[in-house]
């Protein structure tokens, strides 16, 4: 298929999370994080929704973060084959317990510091930037223990001495970096998204709502400091995207679609701005929500925003009012969703809408007028390995192309300036949904199964030549 070529310097590549590909969870001092205690199978939807408590692994359930793809101790592998395919660019999370163990010490941990100093010098021996994300929903579970996670203030504090002192020690070997993944998670999966837990009588929104106070104080703290350390540095923001389309042209359907993509805009509005939106005040003040807002918080919010905002693009989304007639049955695991009549869906029921991903592209950039970086967007398969052990994923080849194709469009056609291309998961690694691993996104196979069989060998599908052509020819080829 023809592309449009993409502006000199874009930042193609992949992206992973520590939780899912490092697995070494014990090993460099690294501490316990709630993402080691979301089990595989039964009691991990509970668990990730912070309804079913789970403060230690127990021998009855796999923890597929305990060996993930063990990323930890193939890195040079992995990131000389991403070298192979020619990235310019590999999204990373920093796991927060290799450099705190509990959260709360006085000393970072210097095996954890050197493992990402050596994994960054990887990079840059094939002149691959790094894109680093600070929490990819990881929590140390001591602080989880001691405060209650994002619930209290002093996570705020722990979070800052964390961010402090990765900005400053990678101040020359990382220029782009995230605060928080898909920080609205927080709202649908609070244990998975912010190591949160419901204690009896507490009410759940009050609970989120204060936390998210929390993470939007530390992201924006975290930006301050970003460009005190190094004033080349960018941060961003990182959202789960996805327009909302009304169901039908009736104004209730209409109604429903701006107030479902409100509630998800709400923290980049904030990380954007600086500023809690006028629609959200009026919300929490409704639903009887007081944020624990302090002397100096709004100043806070207002001297960290973002340079950028980076989000995820998987599918769009439908929205109905309740009354409206419509198939409630889709969705991904997370979000049980509308069913869109003009779409097909994926094996795992996620809507596949590439022209959404220019249009989720074009309200951003109407919204925000800051550049954006796209950090995820693929399709998660279950690939059908060959008797030669090749695997043919012209699926993959098919939803990648499409959507890199209206990407450019939203560049090339509509003008918007985009930073990067970072699709997710260019090696297979742990579903953050469901645990699996035979949901697979990568262009390099990892011989893993879902009991964690497997020798751990990497093989190259045939999606690896097509994405190296791809970049290539700077998004030309597609
Ligand atoms: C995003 C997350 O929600 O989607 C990733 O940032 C995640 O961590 C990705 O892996 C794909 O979701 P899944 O559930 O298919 O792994």
């Known amino acids: 298929m ?48 912070g309804k079913m408590r789970m403060l230690e692994c127990d021998s009855e359930h796999l923890y597929p973060s ?20 020619g990235f310019k660019c590999y999204r990373l999370s920093i796991a927060w317990t290799r450099i705190f163990p509990n959260g709360d010490e006085k000393e970072p941990n210097e095996a954890g510091l050197k493992f990402y100093d050596d994994l960054f010098d990887e ?18 579970v001591g602080l989880i223990k001691k405060f209650g996670s994002w619930k209290n203030r002093e996570m705020v504090n722990c979070f800052e001495r964390y961010a402090r002192t990765v900005l400053t020690r990678y101040k020359d070997k990382v220029k782009y970096w995230l605060t928080f993944n898909e920080i609205n998670m927080l709202l649908h999966l609070p244990f998975m998204g912010a190591g949160i837990l419901f204690e009896e009588g507490e009410d759940e929104d009050t609970v989120k709502y204060t936390a998210a106070h929390h993470e939007l104080l530390a992201s924006a703290l975290a930006v301050k400091i970003a460009h005190e350390v190094n004033p080349k540095m960018k941060v961003g ?5 996805g327009q909302f389309y009304p169901y039908s042209c009736r104004p209730e359907d209409m109604w429903a679609s701006v107030c479902d993509d409100r509630k998800n805009y709400f923290f980049i509005d904030v990380q954007s701005r600086g500023e809690y939106p006028c629609y959200a005040k009026k ?7 007081k944020i624990p807002l302090l002397a100096g918080d709004e100043k806070i919010l207002k001297e960290g925003t973002v340079d950028f905002i980076s989000f995820s693009y998987y599918s769009s989304r439908v929205s109905a009012h309740p009354d409206t007639p419509a198939d409630r049955t889709t969705g991904n695991a997370i979000i049980i969703g509308i069913k869109n009549p003009h779409l097909k869906a994926s094996d795992w029921g996620w809507l596949i809408d590439p022209q959404g ?22 399709l998660g398969t279950n690939d059908k390995v060959e008797s030669d052990g090749s695997v043919i994923d012209d ?18 056609e509509d003008g918007i300036p985009l930073m990067g291309y970072t699709m997710w998961g260019p090696i297979d690694i742990v579903s953050a949904s469901t645990g699996e691993m035979k949901k697979r996104y990568g262009f390099i196979r990892v ?25 290539a020819s700077n998004g030309e080829n597609l």
């Open 66 to 85: 305990h060996e993930a793809i063990d990323m930890y101790h193939h890195y040079k592998e992995d990131i000389r084959l991403f070298a192979e395919m």
């Open 447 to 471: 011989n893993k199964d879902d009991q964690g069989g497997g020798d751990l060998s990497r093989s190259k599908k045939k999606s690896f030549e097509w994405y190296k052509e791809v970049i």
């Open 237 to 241: 923001c990182m959202l789960a995207a």
């Open 283 to 289: 919300e929490l003040e409704r639903k009887g929500i």
């Open 395 to 412: 699926d993959r080849v098919a939803y990648m192309s499409a959507h890199i194709l209206e990407m450019e469009k939203a560049v090339v």
């Open 357 to 378: 991903l220019r249009i989720t592209m074009n309200v951003l950039y109407d919204r925000y007028q800051k550049p954006l970086f796209i950090v995820e967007n693929g």
């Open 123 to 140: 990079c840059h021996k094939y002149g691959i930037e790094p894109l680093v994300t600070l929490v990819h929903f990881d929590a140390p």
């Open 2 to 49: 023809k592309g449009y070529k993409m502006p000199e310097g874009f930042l193609w590549g992949g992206a992973t999370a520590a939780n899912q590909c490092e697995g070494a969870w014990q090993e460099g001092g690294r501490g316990l994080a709630n993402v080691d205690l979301i089990p595989y199978g039964k009691g991990r939807f509970p668990v990730m929704a």
